[in-house]
């Protein structure tokens, strides 16, 4: 966690002012914000001055009221979106120096809702694998937690919980160092929540970087390794972060201005 963010636990960080990459040189930092604004075509302030930095190996969450600015951050790391002002870097290469497409393989996106498209499980995992055997795509539905006999399945009979599984295992076949989840679970019953949280532990225990988005506080609690709390568009100070991530559960009561 960068200075002046609370811990997984609510603790307090080491700094005062929402801290940045310099405040944790103990992080293998994987991806790093600095000083990154996002303005919309309308001149509305997106983002503003935000420093992040994502270490290797580790789940951070990404907290903050709606319209904070998460998703934004979370899409700037695939260059999704692009900033206005502030560089984003992967490995320490700033992302406008990348190949898109190459990024976008090695940080994979899990979106909110599950994207299924057309015909089986099958046919949707070789979307991210091409010409893959069923050895392959098979081994990826087992390694989400879910049995290789659904490759004939069609995808749109699949719950909400497989289908996001699914989805995950689709994104982990580009063979990803980071997975980008922008509230993976918010549409999930408790049952198929819980498994993919602890799908994403494994994960992380298995080397893989995560950047989580929520704003259910139970469940940052619960998942992060690291916490960093958006408050209308910015990072938030240490006091704002403390009094957010000890807020009720769900606290939702502070939207951002203009963010998203």
């Known amino acids: 966690m960068e200075g002046g963010t609370p811990g997984a636990d609510g603790s307090g960080g080491g700094g005062s002012d929402g801290g940045g990459a310099a405040g944790r040189p103990d992080l293998d930092p994987v991806l790093t914000y600095e000083g990154v604004a996002v303005v919309a075509p309308d001149g509305t302030e997106v983002l503003r001055h935000v420093d992040l930095v994502v270490g290797g190996g580790r789940l951070t969450v990404l907290a903050g009221p709606s319209g904070a600015g998460k998703s934004t951050v979370l899409r700037l790391a695939n260059r999704l ?59 990826a539905l087992e390694r989400v937690g879910l049995p290789a006999e659904l490759l004939d399945r069609n995808g749109d009979d699949l719950s909400g919980g497989e289908a996001q599984r699914m989805c995950i295992a689709r994104t982990l ?88």
């Open 173 to 260: 076949l580009t063979g990803p160092e980071v997975l980008l989840m922008d509230e993976p679970t918010s549409s999930l019953d408790p049952v198929s929540r819980r498994a993919i949280e602890a799908l994403a532990r494994t994960l992380v225990d298995g080397g893989l970087t995560l950047l989580w988005v929520t704003h259910d506080l139970t469940q940052a609690r619960r998942l992060a390794d690291e916490v960093a709390v958006l408050v209308e568009g910015r990072n938030a100070t240490a006091d704002e972060a403390v009094r957010y991530m000890e807020g009720p559960d769900g606290a939702d009561d502070e939207p951002g201005e203009g963010a998203r």
């Open 81 to 139: 979106e692009v900033p206005t002002t502030g560089v984003v870097r992967f490995r320490g290469t700033d992302l406008g120096d990348l190949d898109p497409r190459e990024l976008r393989r090695r940080v994979g996106m899990v979106f909110q809702r599950p994207v299924v498209f057309g015909g089986t499980v099958r046919e949707n995992l070789q979307v991210a694998a091409p010409g893959a055997g069923d050895d392959v795509v098979g081994a």
